[in-house]
Each structure stands twice: as structure tokens, then as C-alpha cells.
């Protein structure tokens, strides 16, 4: 039967692109089922906006934890196994969530998801370069995964908020939740092994050595820094948002929903053409150029002009536009400069990006309380992004002195 050559094929395929995109919003789960409901959990939970927000510093930073434990070990197992078992356990912790009325309860439930989720994320984007290793094929399908990390606050938020449209926000946690459990089943049954490289069975010690060597590369030192400071930025942004809107238009929440599926479809949509954008642009360094000075631009634009819901929601959608571009310029610069270290690094890009995400929700909501109304956070996301001009500018130093050891990459599959 034609169905049959989806039951754990041997190599990648169409389906493994789709549950690849399906995966990587379930690693933010928070993104997807916690952030649209922000004010109304805080109402039911009785905490202010900012206490709420750190439900996200905790879920981060248990997801950068596991990742960067798991890191040294990636290249021993396979992807498969580490996917299903992870989204099955963010899937529980959501379920369990739903049910949970505490805040102080609820925290370590967040904590686990967060653990689960680290994985996830790394592993995906670890996946790709697995699956296809030819370059040009890698960052076209790159795109498609990286884009899709926003369908959690672009397709899954708007609708999680329609389920659960007269404040039962319970109901919206709990069907995020058994989708985690079907994509888990669906990774289980129909994914490729993608096992480690066949030099996996190197000693503990070779392979920690080779994880701290990945932070000290020339070039990709350089960019696991930009990508803390531009998570931190980014999931400062959308962390708040609906808070954002809460604030600076009352009465207006029917935009919140729309405004995170703009900003989402902005990002996936760039993300997904994010190959070609590059190729014209003249490389992966140029895009992560570009993109910084425009993300400073754009997310100013979005935080400082509010004039009206329609107005911000459209700055959302550029400022979801630009992101898109950028992370995959910033993925593809990895790749480029990591050498035999590839799994690796990327594994350890996806493991950093939360550790970014974590120090957003927590400066965001520091500065949240702060300032007066929204007026503290307006400042974190202007300054947070000028910021990200300094790992930049260390970045293109270190391009132009180590340009010359950039590694070919390789032209067949690490395994099967």
C-alpha cells in the first residue's frame, strides 16, 4: 500500500517537513497557549501583567537547560526518539495546566513543559541539516521550519483565543495540549530515525570538548550572542503584546488575535522566501545585517506609534517580516561557519535561543514594572534592539579577519 512508505521510512520526505513545522511551535508552547490568554490568566490568577509574563521567563529558561544538557549527546540518538518524547511531555504538562487555578502552582508545571520543550526546537532545526545536507536544499527547507515557529502565536494563538473566546482560557491550554499529543504520535509512527554521525561513539569528554569549542569558533561564538540579544528582544515583544493592546487601546481586544497571526504570516511568509532574499542579498552575513538594522527600525516603529489597533497590527506584521528573514540569515551563517561542528551548533543555536527568550520575559517584565503603564517596556525593545548593533558589529570583525576558514560543507548525509 502506498501509505506504508510513511511508517518510519528510511529517509526524509514531505511529511517529515510538516511535522517538522508542526513541532516547532509546540517547543513554544508558551508562545502558542499561555501568551494569548496573558491578561485573562492574570485576572483568574489574581497577579498583575508583568508576574504573569514570567510564567515565560521560567518556561525559557527550562528550555535552554535541557537543550544545553542535551547538546553534548545529540549526535548519539536519534532525532525521532528525542521529538516524540519531548512533545508528548510539553502535551501532559499543557493538559495538566488547563486544570491548575495558582499561580505559584502552576510555575513548576511551566518549568517542566519548558524542559520538554528546549529539545524540541533544537532538534528540529538539528533535523534539517540531518535530513537534507545539501545546502541549497537545507535552507529552503530551513525556511519552511523556521517559519514556522511563529504559526504557534500565528495560527495556534488566534485560534486558541476563538475556542476559547468567553475567557475560558482552561479550554484553549487543554486542546493545545492533545495537539502536542497527536504531533507526538505522528513523529512516533511516520519520522524518519535521522541517527547520529558516524562519529557518535566518541568518548563523553571528546564530545563536551566539542560543545565548549562551538561557543569559541571565530564567527558562530558571534552569533550564538546575537541570537540571545535578538530572542531577547523578540519574545520581550510578543510576550506583552496582548497585554500591549490591553493597554493602549481598551476595549479593542478583538485585535489581538489578528495581531499575532499578522505578525506571525509576516515572519513564516519571509522565512519561507527567506533563501532567495539571501542569494540577492550576497550571502547569509549580509541578511543578518540588514535584518538587525531593520528590526531595530521596525519593532520601535511598532512599540512607539500607537495610534490605532489597525496601524500597530500592520507594524506587527513588518516587524514579523523582518524577523523571519533574519533568523534564517542568522541559521544559515552557522552552518556555514560551524564546520564539522554543524549538529552541534545548531543544536546549541536552538538551545541559546531560549536563554534569550527567558532574560526577554523577565527584562520586559521588570521594565513592565517599572514604568509607567507600557511606557517601560516601549523603552526594553528600543534599547534591547540597539543593543544587538554590538554582538553585529563583533560578528562582521570576525567575518572579515576568518572569512578564509569557512569549512565546505558536506555534500552527502551525515546517516541515515
Not at 124 to 140: H, K, L, Y
Request: glycine share 12%.
Amino acid at each position: 500500500m502506498r501509505i506504508r512508505k510513511f511508517i518510519r521510512p528510511s529517509e526524509a520526505n514531505w511529511l517529515t517537513v510538516i511535522l517538522l513545522m508542526f513541532s516547532v511551535p509546540i517547543a513554544g508552547g508558551q508562545a502558542a497557549s499561555i501568551t494569548p490568554f496573558l491578561n485573562e490568566m492574570a485576572d483568574d490568577l489574581s497577579v498583575s501583567d508583568a508576574t504573569m509574563g514570567q510564567l515565560g521567563t521560567v518556561t525559557f529558561a527550562g528550555a535552554a537547560v535541557a537543550a544545553l544538557l542535551l547538546a553534548p549527546f545529540v549526535s548519539r540518538y536519534q532525532l525521532r526518539a528525542i521529538l516524540w518524547i519531548s512533545i508528548t511531555i510539553v502535551g501532559i504538562a499543557s493538559i495538566i495546566t488547563s486544570a491548575i487555578d495558582d499561580f505559584a502552582l502552576m510555575l513548576p508545571v511551566r518549568i517542566v513543559a519548558g524542559l520538554a520543550g528546549g529539545p524540541v526546537i533544537a532538534g528540529s532545526i538539528a533535523a534539517v541539516g540531518r535530513a537534507w545536507p545539501n545546502p541549497e536544499v537545507r535552507r529552503a527547507r530551513q525556511g519552511f521550519i523556521i517559519g514556522a515557529m511563529m504559526s504557534g502565536t500565528g495560527l495556534f494563538a488566534p485560534i486558541l483565543r476563538l475556542i476559547g473566546s468567553d475567557g475560558n482560557w482552561e479550554r484553549g491550554v487543554f486542546v493545545f495540549g492533545v495537539i502536542c499529543l497527536i504531533v507526538a504520535a505522528g513523529i512516533f509512527i511516520t519520522f524518519p530515525k535521522l541517527a547520529g554521525s558516524s562519529d557518535a561513539k566518541v568518548s563523553l569528554k571528546s564530545q563536551l570538548s566539542g560543545m565548549a569549542g562551538v561557543f569559541v569558533m571565530p564567527v558562530v561564538g558571534s552569533a550564538l550572542l546575537m541570537r540571545v540579544v535578538a530572542n531577547a528582544v523578540v519574545i520581550g515583544t510578543f510576550v506583552f503584546t496582548a497585554g500591549f493592546y490591553d493597554h493602549e487601546y481598551p476595549g479593542a481586544d478583538a485585535w489581538i488575535g489578528p495581531a499575532f497571526t499578522a505578525s506571525a504570516l509576516g515572519f513564516m511568509i519571509s522565512a519561507f522566501f527567506s533563501a532567495k532574499v539571501t542569494r540577492a542579498l550576497g550571502g547569509p552575513a549580509n541578511t543578518t545585517t540588514v535584518g538587525i538594522f531593520a528590526m531595530i527600525i521596525s519593532v520601535s516603529a511598532y512599540a512607539w506609534i500607537t495610534v490605532s489597533p489597525e496601524l500597530s497590527t500592520a507594524l506587527f506584521l513588518v516587524f514579523g517580516m523582518v524577523v523571519g528573514t533574519f533568523f534564517n540569515g542568522l541559521v544559515s551563517l552557522i552552518y556555514e561557519y560551524s564546520g564539522t561542528q554543524q549538529s552541534t551548533a545548531i543544536f546549541i543555536d536552538g538551545a541559546v535561543g531560549p536563554v534569550g527568550a527567558a532574560l526577554g520575559a523577565a527584562l520586559g517584565g521588570l521594565a513592565l514594572g517599572l514604568g509607567s503603564g507600557y511606557d517601560g517596556w516601549k523603552v526594553f525593545v528600543t534599547v534591547g534592539s540597539v543593543l544587538m548593533l554590538l554582538p553585529l558589529f563583533d560578528l562582521m570583525r570576525r567575518i572579515r579577519n576568518h572569512g578564509h576558514e569557512v569549512v565546505p560543507e558536506p555534500a552527502t548525509s551525515e546517516a541515515g
